[in-house]
């Protein structure tokens, strides 16, 4: 999700480049993307370009808002003088 | 969330990475290629003034400059080679032209061939050494259009890499108007090309388009 968050809304990225940057495998990648995509926070076109089948990732509004709560709520972990917040 | 304050720094630290990672291969993805091909364009261009200058063929009832289509031939081939590189290799499909890279190129290409446009009614050079000083000039001005982007982008990026090399050949080819005639051309060519071209390869060596820079 940072590496879909950090672009555009509606701008797609490919696939291949994800796995290679995180160091992931298709298996891994493929079933965390699943994963994302039943939850509503990603949308995966497969698509051919130069008759190659290439597969796009976009993060939808409901995912980009997902993340940006889950980063603040790792901002607000450190930033909290009681320590981690439970639940 | 049951994360511990070490854990949750670690994340942001690795959310931090992997954003500004995929920023920058979406900007720069392909950046080793273009140094190369307009590296190559820059210094084909200018050592062929050196040589093409003084002749013109026959077009249409008018004579064309031979210097002019050279540089024509090989801005259109450097642009539609850098066009059919970034579609290859960028990881990015833009939703937004806007934030396509190439609209930024020409954008500033478009505004200097207005500026030009509208400066040239009032250049009269006297004699032939004041003619050799304006070519010149329009010689300086052809290499550092591209150097303005380089900086701009350099800024907008936070790349040194693209910064300091707009900087330097703006140096080197403004330097080069000391120079006369022939020696002009063929510094230009090798200090703007040449230098392109071995940043190019050094960056395809080192994995500058791999965002490690």
């Known amino acids: 999700m940072a590496a879909l968050s950090s672009l555009g809304p509606g701008d797609q990225l490919d696939f291949s480049y994800l796995k290679q940057s995180l160091g ?4 891994n990648l493929g079933a965390h993307l699943q994963r994302l995509e039943e939850a509503g926070y990603i949308k995966v076109d497969k698509t051919f370009v130069d008759r190659r089948p290439k597969t796009y990732l976009t993060a939808t509004t409901r995912g980009r808002a997902a993340f940006e709560e889950h980063v603040a709520a790792l901002r607000e972990i450190l930033d909290s003088p009681a320590g981690p917040s439970r639940g | 969330m049951n994360v511990s304050p070490e854990e949750a720094r670690e ?24 140094f190369i091909i307009w590296g ?5 261009g200018y050592v062929g003034t050196a040589f093409l200058a003084p002749y013109t063929i026959p077009y249409l009832g008018m004579r064309v400059s031979v210097t ?7 801005l259109a081939g450097g642009g539609m080679a850098s066009g059919l590189v970034y579609r290859k290799v960028t ?9 396509n890279v190439g609209w930024l190129w020409l954008v500033l290409w478009a505004y200097v061939y207005l500026w030009v446009g509208l400066l040239v009614p009032f250049l009269h050079p006297e004699g032939t050494r004041g003619w050799i000083a304006l070519w010149k000039h329009f010689g300086v001005l052809l290499g550092t259009v591209p150097m303005c982007g380089y900086l701009i982008m350099g ?3 936070e790349s040194r890499l693209l910064f300091w090399l707009g900087l330097l050949l703006t140096v080197l080819l403004a330097a080069g108007l000391l120079l006369p005639w022939l020696w002009f051309w063929l510094w230009c060519g090798v ?13 395809r060596r080192r994995g500058v388009s791999r965002g490690e820079h």
Do not use: C
């Not at chain 1, 992931?24 to 298996?27: E, I, L, N, V």
């Not at chain 2, 959310?15 to 920023?23: D, L, M, N, P, R």
């Open chain 2, 11 to 34: 994340s942001l630290a690795e959310v931090g990475a992997v954003s500004k990672a995929t920023w920058e291969a979406a900007a720069y993805r392909g950046s080793d290629w273009m």
């Open chain 1, 24 to 27: 992931a495998t298709d298996g």
């Open chain 2, 68 to 74: 002019a289509l050279w540089w024509v031939v090989l």
């Open chain 2, 191 to 203: 200090a703007a090309g040449g230098t392109l071209l071995v940043t190019g390869l050094l960056a």
């Open chain 2, 40 to 44: 190559l364009v820059w210094l084909l």
């Open chain 2, 155 to 157: 800024l907008w990026l």
């Open chain 2, 91 to 99: 990881p990015v499909r833009w939703a937004s032209s806007a934030r």
